[in-house]
C-alpha cells in the first residue's frame, strides 16, 4: 500500500485542533516551514485507511502550493 503526502497550510490558531486530528488517526507529518503571515506549513504522510482523517484534516486548513509546486505541474 502507497503513502501520498500532502502539504497543508495552517492557520495557529487551528493548530490543536489540527493536532488532535494527525494524532487521533495516526497520521505521519512534520513541520516543514511557514507562510509570511505565520501559518504553519506542514507535510503529511498517509495511507488511503486514514482518508477520514485526511478530510478532517482539509476542514482546518488548506493545501500548501509553493512556487516549486507550481513550477513541477508546468514541466
Given at each position: 500500500m502507497e503513502n501520498v503526502a500532502l502539504k497543508l497550510q495552517v492557520e495557529t490558531e487551528n493548530v490543536p485542533e489540527f493536532t488532535r486530528v494527525l494524532i487521533e488517526h495516526e497520521?505521519?507529518?512534520e513541520i516543514i516551514g511557514h507562510t509570511e503571515d505565520?501559518?504553519?506549513i506542514i507535510q503529511i504522510e498517509y495511507g488511503?485507511?486514514?482518508?477520514d482523517g485526511v478530510d478532517e484534516l482539509l476542514e482546518i486548513s488548506e493545501i500548501f502550493e509553493d512556487d516549486?509546486?507550481?513550477d513541477e505541474e508546468e514541466d
Open positions: 497520521i505521519d507529518n505565520d501559518d504553519i488511503f485507511e486514514q482518508q516549486l509546486d507550481e
